[in-house]
């Protein structure tokens, strides 16, 4: 688990995400917490149905396939999640994705936690550098990342950023 001032991130295990797909009562349940991030619908259940998948398949590295909450320590409400699409690469990069719910939108969580999620992972010995994708028209995205330090380093019909 990491912790900011605001927030808690808390990798979810493998049942832990089962629970988020089928049940999210008792996910809620079980974590103490009140699920109010992105829905978990369309293309966004099956990228979390794709990680549950590569985190049953790699125990060992579920840290880099699972999800991990971001949930707010007054009232224990998930306001989002982040996650790491894969283990590093071969060139020593983690890819980090990350939604928030519309309610939470302008209140610097996102920032807040993407920030510790990164010093976290440029921590790990096999980390040199954390990248991200944004669409070239989601400036929110994009203020995050700047924020904290991203920089633009290849632009195509997306925009690829390192820190």
Known sequence: MLETERLELMPLTARHLKLWLSDTQ???NELNCKYRGEPVEGFFRDIVTGQ????????ENYLFHSFWFI???????VVGSCDFKD???????AEIGYGLGKEFEGNGYMTEAIRVFCEWALAQSNINHVIAETEKDNPKSENVLKRIGFE???ETDTLWWRI
């Open 26 to 28: 008792a996910l809620e």
């Open 52 to 59: 549950l998948e590569k985190t049953q398949n790699d125990a």
């Open 71 to 77: 949930i707010r320590k007054t009232d224990r409400v």
């Open 87 to 93: 283990v590093p690469d071969k060139n020593h990069e």
């Open 152 to 154: 633009v380093y290849t």
